[in-house]
């Protein structure tokens, strides 16, 4: 498995670029990249502790009210209201202007929530509203820990693929060199993440985590692209 050392070591060999002026800024591109990448392949999952929700509040920010600070996107929205019924997202995701319209049509609809939507980067949108004694658990792609010491390793990545985090970051080290070298590597990152998604699409267990290509070559839509992010 390549060492945070080796990572930021092929990132300056790339560009060329004095290490002992450079390597400050290129240890922060490699955890920059890291991250990207992982957050790409949605290849690091968490569960969240289960929240209480409050009676007929319907809007909740997975960073503030769920305590997740290592959020990147979400996956799985588990909901148990009081009665004991349980949902799942795959029922009925909607947008944040059908949320609206669904509450200015029916107000006094309260559990349990059958769908629900993402405002923004981080605001679940439930309808119909919660009640006392209901429950929220999401399942998120989240983001890795950065690299610090020489010897830390992208754990959160397989070895196979550590090379995209060099790539991504030297297609950026490359923007202050040169520019059209940078869209180059640019160019070269995309074409492998592809392929690493289409590595991951084999796995039985990771088919809902990262798209495959349909026969137009095209990428399938994520989950998270049936969400407007208006609101």
């Known amino acids: 498995m390549s060492t945070f050392l080796q990572l930021y070591s092929r990132v300056l060999d790339y560009t060329h670029r004095p290490k002992n002026q450079d390597a400050t800024e290129c240890k ?56 004991g019924a349980t949902t799942l997202n795959t029922l009925a995701p909607c947008a944040p202007d059908e949320i609206v319209a669904m509450r200015q049509i ?17 605001t679940i949108m439930l309808h119909p509203l919660p009640t006392t004694g209901d429950t929220l658990t999401i399942m998120y792609g989240a983001v890795p820990a950065s690299m610090s010491a020489d010897s830390d390793t992208p754990t959160r990545l397989p070895q196979e693929w550590h090379h995209l985090i060099v790539q991504r970051a030297a297609a950026v080290a490359f923007e202050v060199v040169d520019d059209q070298r940078a869209l180059t590597h640019q160019a070269a990152f995309q074409a492998e993440l592809k392929q690493a998604r289409l590595w991951f699409a084999q796995h039985a267990s990771s088919r809902g985590y990262a798209p495959s290509v349909d026969s137009n070559h095209e990428a399938r839509i994520w989950p998270g692209q049936y969400f407007s992010t208006i609101g």
């Open 106 to 122: 029916n107000p006094s609809a309260t559990s349990p929530a059958v769908t629900y939507a993402i405002a923004g980067w981080d």
């Open 28 to 83: 922060a591109l490699v955890n920059d990249a890291y991250i990207h990448v992982v957050s790409q392949l949605r290849c690091y999952q968490k569960t969240s502790a289960a929240l209480a929700l409050t009676a007929n509040t319907g809007d909740y920010s997975i960073v503030s009210d769920l305590a997740v600070t290592d959020f990147s996107t979400l996956r799985i929205v588990k909901y148990t209201a009081s009665s």
